[in-house]
């Protein structure tokens, strides 16, 4: 009997990516399967970006357009959900791609039934070189929480993945995970707040080990340039995980949701330094930035971790306790790396 394909509803959020649009939209609507629908959400756009939605809506009915005054990508994705109609909903980036058999392959795992995420590869992508490299699941197959969790909990991101487009969502999970975090409204990390609580409220992952989905790096992205709101960004996300995971942590897993809280505080850390370092301009200001730091709520949290704390962490945590230090050694590190 011949697999019927679920709908998907594939939803984009667009912000001044007019001229990557064309080649991101062609790669959806040339997948071999055709049963979708495609929202594109233009958020408030500045560039031509508007113009380039009602074309490509223009060219194909599958395709739908929504315009709003800039809100950020949560709001972009939310409201393209609300008006979606598909079993399945995916999340594509305005400049990303998808290959060619992902939706096909991708509905008849659905099809199984008593799925509602599925977790699936992605290529990192040089726009100048063109060179892919792949970032697949280490695990394939079927997985609970508990067995996810069971492999240990400084796997778990690895295993489930920090990103929001790598995987495909039952329409009920995102409904559920929108009630949950529809209202948080962070300008840093959402999309690793929005994977990890897919994982904790879903029935289970499938992972699926092909590269579906390609990722495209672009110089001057948020992630590749300093972020001057970097702390009160990761304090917004990880607030919000906080209590997110403090709702749903059950009894027996407890201790497992506070060790992710003591490994993202801890990262969130590091992402503060690696980003000062990388793209800091001067001393004072990397004075400035470890001295915020050393007052957030992350690294007061990473500074109580329990259990054993690595040598290097109790190094760099006594370092950022003298903010001029902190700042001489990431500027001889910048200058000698």
Known sequence: MQSIVKKISIIVPCYNVGEYLQVTVQSLLEQSCHDFELILVNDGSTDGTAAEC?????????????????????????????VATG?????????????????????????????????FGYSKIDPIHHLKQPENPSIKGFFTLNEI???????????????????????????????DLGEVRI??????????????RSKGVFFLKEPFYNYVQRPGSVIHSLNAKAIESKEQYFSALRIFLTKHASEAREDEFKKILDLEANESVNYVLFNTLAYSPDFRNTVRIVSNLKKSLFFSYSRKREGAIPLRQRIREVVIMVPVLAALVLVLAKRFR
Do not use: P
């Open 187 to 200: 300008n840093h990390s959402e999309d690793m707040l929005f994977a990890i609580a897919a994982v904790v």
């Open 54 to 82: 009602d074309r490509l809506a223009a060219g194909d009915c599958r395709v739908e357009v929504l315009h709003q005054k800039n809100q950020g990508v949560v709001a972009a994705r939310h409201n393209g959900f609300k």
């Open 149 to 179: 969790l069971d492999l240990g909990v400084q796997n778990f991101k690895r295993h489930c993945s920090s990103s929001i487009w790598d995987k495909a969502y039952s329409y009920g999970l995102v409904e559920a995970l929108f009630l």
């Open 87 to 119: 079993d399945i909903i995916m999340f594509v980036d305005g400049d990303d791609t998808l290959e060619g058999n992902a939706l096909q392959r991708i509905s008849e795992v659905f099809d199984v039934g008593g799925i509602d995420l599925v977790r």
